[in-house]
């Protein structure tokens, strides 16, 4: 790439609060554009604003605004504009005629931190098919530079591919991305079908962008996960074994982070990452208890969750960043939560705990006495099970085992047998 780390690119972001629009959210929504333009390795020089009934039809902002912003971007030297809403087709080409700098958009700038962040093939494709689809109806103009990909915020895309500004060619290619990603979710449909076989129950961690869920996932499964205090620190899902303290085997999956006014060509883009929720037994909502945001955070989350069509999973909240709460935190959630540091060893003990709870009340009790001739047995419900009491009874030379197993389990029937 020929934009070196260190030399951080100047960016003017210019928002345009709607009369409706309260303060806070408006604030809130730009501090999140400026984070994201940190990720992006951007650094804000000017933040511009108005207020409008609407925003306007062919530059997004007024004249006299527009005017002071050609002033600004001399003055600054700036090398990149962000604007934080989704700009048309013709506002891109509009205020790339009177401007300078690169134009772009909120969504062009999530699509190029993904675009930076995807390492797995799936990762660099369904971020290619998001700039496509997204790049198509945006073809002409020079706010958008589709000869050359790989030159600074905005530009960047997987393989630095020279597109042709021809729409077949384009076409084309969405076309076989497509064709290629089909054949990635059929084999992890596949990979998914086989765990189920194998009754491992299995847990998804969700949450906000930058809420801890790499960290958390990382000390609660000992992996080595990429965690960073950035947006969209992790973007292809991670899944990874978690033995819980009764000794049962959990499979623990890493996903995405969620973000609001996340662009719709993303959210198809990413359905088959997060398709990993869907799947899961219980959905660990991990919230960031020290960004002022974090109720906003969890509405956005539920919304997609919504979305997901898997608000019918029970979900623990996980409160994080304890020791960096805010000194008015509340817990809003509505079903169960906890508060907890992920660098606490204590508290990712307690974490472990909550999810036995929760998966004792989805179980089927039992209480069962096995034969010691029954070895196979024994060693699958120490395993596969909850086990919570195991005595062994010398004169009938039995074991006298009581605990929680999943109704699904194959095992459940074998037990049957040996009922007490």
């Given at each position: 790439m020929e934009n070196h780390d260190n030399e951080l690119e100047k960016v003017?972001?210019?928002?345009?609060?709607?009369?409706?629009?309260?303060?806070?959210?408006?604030?809130?929504?730009?501090?999140?554009?400026?984070?994201?333009?940190?990720t992006a390795q951007g650094q804000v020089v000017m933040t511009v604003t108005q207020k409008r009934e609407r925003r306007h039809n062919a530059t997004?902002?007024?004249?006299?605004?527009?005017?002071?912003?050609?002033?600004?971007?001399?003055?600054?030297?700036?090398?990149?504009?962000?604007?934080?809403?989704?700009?048309?087709?013709?506002?891109?080409?509009?205020?790339?005629?009177?401007?300078?700098?690169?134009?772009?958009?909120?969504?062009?700038?999530?699509l190029d931190i993904f675009a930076s962040r995807a390492n797995s093939k799936e990762g660099k494709l369904q971020v290619e098919l998001a700039q496509l689809q997204y790049l198509l109806p945006r073809l002409g103009g020079k706010g958008i530079e589709l000869s050359r990909l790989g030159a600074g915020i905005g530009t960047r895309g997987p393989g630095e591919t020279k597109l042709e500004t021809d729409?077949?060619?384009?076409?084309?290619?969405?076309?076989?991305?497509?064709?290629?990603?089909?054949?990635?979710?059929?084999?992890?449909?596949?990979?998914?079908?086989?765990?189920?076989?194998?009754?491992?129950?299995?847990?998804?961690?969700?949450?906000?962008?930058n809420a801890g869920k790499s960290t958390l996932f990382n000390r609660l499964t000992e992996a080595d996960s990429f965690e960073e205090n950035l947006l969209f620190a992790t973007l292809d899902p991670m899944t990874r074994k978690?033995?819980?303290?009764?000794?049962?085997?959990?499979l623990l999956t890493d996903t995405v982070g969620f973000i609001q006014d996340l662009p719709t060509t993303l959210i198809a883009a990413f359905r088959s990452t997060l398709e990993e929720v869907k799947e899961a037994d219980l959905i660990l909502h991990v919230v960031d208890s020290s960004n002022r945001d974090y109720f906003n955070h969890e509405q956005t989350v539920h919304k997609l969750l919504k979305e997901l069509k898997v608000d019918n999973i029970p979900i623990l909240t996980i409160y994080n960043k304890r020791d960096r709460m805010l000194s008015d935190f509340v817990p809003t959630a509505k079903q169960e939560s906890i508060l907890v540091s992920a660098f606490n060893m204590e508290?990712?003990?307690?974490?472990?705990?909550?999810?036995?709870?929760?998966?004792?009340?989805?179980?089927?009790?039992?209480?069962?006495?096995?034969?010691?001739?029954?070895?196979?047995?024994?060693?699958?419900?120490?395993?596969?099970?909850?086990?919570?009491?195991?005595?062994?009874n010398e004169e009938k030379d039995m074991y006298e085992c009581s605990g929680f197993i999943l109704p699904s389990h194959s095992l459940t029937g074998q037990l049957r047998h040996f009922q007490q």
């Open positions: 003017i972001l210019v928002g345009c609060q709607l009369q409706n629009e309260d303060d806070e959210r408006f604030e809130y929504s730009l501090e999140e554009l400026r984070s994201l333009t940190k997004y902002i007024g004249k006299g605004k527009l005017e002071e912003l050609v002033a600004l971007e001399k003055e600054l030297d700036a090398d990149v504009i962000i604007f934080n809403d989704e700009l048309s087709p013709s506002q891109i080409r509009n205020l790339s005629g009177y401007l300078d700098a690169r134009v772009i958009d909120r969504t062009q700038l999530i729409r077949r060619h384009i076409n084309r290619r969405i076309d076989d991305i497509k064709g290629q990603l089909e054949v990635i979710v059929q084999h992890r449909e596949r990979y998914r079908e086989r765990r189920k076989k194998n009754n491992t129950y299995q847990i998804a961690l969700v949450g906000y962008t978690m033995i819980l303290p009764c000794g049962l085997t959990t508290d990712l003990l307690q974490v472990k705990t909550h999810i036995e709870v929760a998966m004792m009340k989805e179980m089927d009790e039992y209480h069962v006495t096995i034969p010691n001739s029954e070895g196979k047995i024994l060693a699958s419900l120490k395993q596969d099970t909850i086990l919570k009491g195991l005595q062994y």
